[in-house]
């Protein structure tokens, strides 16, 4: 049945609104773009914001923030930290707590340009060098219960944002 306006009539309600017809492809290709939009990330984050996730570790995008996630790695046995390829560069809050990390690679937060809470507490970390802590808007950072015996000169340099240790 037309509806007055080259569209044809779907169904129609009491009020005699026109619903027009899509046809089965279109439905489809409307539904595909809007996923692919839903799941891509920022420009160069190789897709989800929350991808990759490093194994065993839960990943989940960090509240009404839409391209920010929190990664959570606590109390699964880590030995050493997960590889900084293994994060997604969209993480704002990293939780390595409770487990068997004895040292930190410098390379692991320089590419979390956006993580505001890092908690490590309960490992077994003793050294924190130089440049481990090169996240500008870090503002939540927590080592307590490590075995910590030596804190290289200039460690919180870029941790200017600071609020809570």
Request: hydrophobic share 35%.
């Amino acid at each position: 049945m037309p509806c007055g306006n080259g569209q044809t009539l779907l169904s129609k309600r009491k009020h005699g609104v026109c619903v027009p017809r899509f046809s089965f492809l279109s439905g489809v290709l409307v539904a595909l773009c809007c996923l692919e939009a839903w799941g891509s990330g920022p420009p160069g984050d190789g897709g989800g914001s929350c991808s990759p996730c490093p194994v065993n570790c839960s990943c989940a995008p960090a509240g009404p923030q839409p391209q920010s996630c929190v990664v959570n790695c606590s109390n699964i046995g880590l030995e050493r930290a997960p590889a900084a390829a293994d994060i997604p560069r969209a993480t704002t809050v990293l939780d390595l707590s409770k487990n068997h990390i004895s040292s930190l690679d410098t390379s692991l937060l320089e590419r979390l340009t956006g993580l505001q809470e890092l908690y490590l507490q309960g490992n077994r970390i003793n050294v924190l060098p130089r440049g481990v802590f090169c996240c500008g808007p870090l503002s939540i950072l927590d080592l307590s219960n490590n075995l910590i015996t030596t804190i290289e000169e200039r460690i919180c340099d870029n941790l200017c944002n600071l609020t809570q240790m």
